[in-house]
């Protein structure tokens, strides 16, 4: 086998990394000679390789290798002596898979037939350049598209590539895509379990396998199905009919958000939020030391505040605010005595109470009837005595007559705000009484009920020096932490008042 040897350099050639012609030719002659290669013949030119078809000696080399019977080989110095461009680049490597080239060899390495490599190894920029034009067009192309809200790619699953350019809905797989959007919004279900129930449900992708997680996902992210393409990082307004609204889109990003971030979970603390510091009005927040000590302090939010560096142990706290219960607590013996005085009164001193009883009383048993003509009426209905409609009828009649008799009553009550019943004034002496009940269980009481009981009667409290300064109690306790009790009747209206207005209120804290 016989080389050719061929060297270029072009004007345009200014870096001094590239020899002079000469240069190459005797380092390819060495070279040649150590290899023990036969060099047949010589071409040299001075021109440019990053047009094609530019240069007159190579085209002459690339005629000659087609018309001659004799094997033949190319040696260079570089590879892109050879060419710059991809026509050329293109030519040699067509005559090397057809045998016409047998080898090339450069400085640094052989390229035989079999290599496939020889457009990939063209250095220079000219061929990238090429690639770079070309898809630029394209790209233009592209974004003309998307700019008229066409999607210019593969149509995402749940649509169709029209094969007009457009996009059409894909009717068998868009209900499942709407349903998908749809059970993910409730947050009730994982990627996973979404995955498997659309399976189930004969969901497949469109190479008519299961649709997984991960695609779930990427589906569940993917504004397109609202409206919006997403395209290198923009945002368009797509022509393509929607399958979902953006509320149900955006649900279903919220759901995912707090999925994939739940919120960190603070740690519990049981009586943070229930003080705070008397000095600076920063409310005490808590920290767990040695894994197991639990300290409460001044946050210091506003900088400056001396009681930033009392650290309140756990038991010291629960002992602090354990004295929340003194601030309520009454003199026993005057209760007891107020209390008698008052039930007297009420006997005695009131001629309207029997009537007002007496129609209390009434109401309070036309209720019941009433109620219990409700039952009967539900028992027929589940005898199938009476059909659904006419229950309903009936049901209705009597729901407004205890409504009326619950109207008359409250009114009646509320005329009589003045006049105690013995039940209040029950309830009233009970509630005097509790506080000191409330302390002692309050020391026996898991940590779980010591808080529920304190923010049960707290609104917060303020601590100075580690000791408890302000209370502010919920009502009705706040009524009676403010009065000083004695034998007064309208100390004990006030506290009475109260509780009546949390009883309607808050019907539940007194259960
Ligand atoms: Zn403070």
């Not at 345009?12 to 047949?40: F, P, R, T, Y």
């Not at 996973?192 to 469109?206: D, I, V, Y």
């Not at 729901?399 to 019943?421: N, R, S």
Request: aromatic share 10%.
């Amino acid at each position: 086998m016989k080389y050719i040897l061929y060297a270029r350099k072009s004007s345009e050639d200014k870096s001094k990394q590239i020899l002079s012609l000469e240069s190459q030719v005797g380092e390819m002659k060495k070279m040649a000679a150590n290899l023990g290669l036969d060099i047949d013949l010589v071409y040299t030119e001075s021109k440019s390789a990053k047009l094609p078809n530019n240069r007159p000696v190579f085209l002459e080399m690339v005629k000659f290798l087609e018309s001659t019977p004799e094997d033949y080989g190319i040696i260079c110095w570089k590879i892109d002596r050879l060419s710059r461009n991809p026509i050329d680049s293109g030519k040699i490597q067509w005559l090397l898979q057809q045998g016409r080239i047998k080898a090339i060899q450069t400085s640094d390495r052989q390229y035989l037939p079999s290599d496939n490599v020889l457009l990939l190894n063209i250095e220079g920029s000219m061929a990238n350049q090429y690639i770079l034009d070309l898809s630029k067009n394209v790209k233009r192309g592209i974004q003309t598209k998307i700019e008229k809200g066409l999607w210019p790619n593969f149509a995402p699953i749940g649509y169709l590539n029209d094969g007009k350019g457009g996009i059409a809905v894909d009717r068998v797989r868009a209900r499942y895509i709407k349903k998908i959007f749809k059970l993910y919004s409730t947050g009730n279900y994982t990627m996973k379990e979404l995955a498997n129930q659309m399976f189930k449900e004969g969901f497949r992708s469109r190479s008519n396998i299961k649709y997984h997680k991960s695609k779930i996902y990427k589906l569940l992210k993917d504004s397109f199905y609202c409206g919006t393409m997403q395209f290198h990082g923009k945002e368009y307004e797509g022509k393509h009919e929607t399958l979902i609204t953006r509320k149900l889109f955006s649900d279903c990003q919220k759901v995912m958000e707090l999925r994939l971030h739940p919120k960190k979970k603070q740690p519990f603390f049981h009586f943070r939020g229930l003080m705070s510091c008397e000095k600076c009005g920063c409310l005490l927040t808590a920290c767990r030391k040695k894994k197991k000590y639990v300290y409460y302090y001044c946050t210091n939010g506003r900088g400056g505040c001396s009681e930033h560096d009392h650290y309140l142990k756990e038991d010291e706290v629960i002992k602090t605010l354990g004295n929340v219960f003194d601030r309520l607590l009454v003199n026993e013996d005057e209760v007891e005595m107020m209390y008698h005085n008052t039930k007297e009164l009420l006997i005695n001193n009131n001629p309207e109470r029997h009537e007002y009883l007496e129609a209390r009383n009434d109401l309070l048993s036309e209720i019941k009837r009433q109620e219990n003509r409700k039952d009967e009426l539900f028992n027929l209905l589940l005898d199938k005595s009476i059909t659904k409609e006419s229950y309903k009828a009936k049901e209705s009649v009597i729901k407004t007559e205890i409504k009326c008799f619950k109207e008359a009553l409250e009114k009646l009550e509320d005329e009589q705000e003045v006049v105690l019943t013995e039940s209040t004034l029950e309830l009233t002496k009970e509630f005097f009484l509790s506080p000191k009940k409330m302390k002692k269980a309050f020391f026996k009481v898991s940590l779980d009920d010591k808080r529920k009981m304190l923010s049960k009667i707290l609104w917060n409290s303020t601590i100075d020096n580690k000791k408890l300064a302000k209370v502010s109690f919920k009502e009705p306790f706040e009524t009676l932490a403010n009065c000083c009790v004695n034998s007064d009747i309208d100390k004990l209206r006030r506290v009475r008042d109260a509780i009546r207005t949390e009883m309607r209120q808050n019907p539940n804290q007194f259960k």
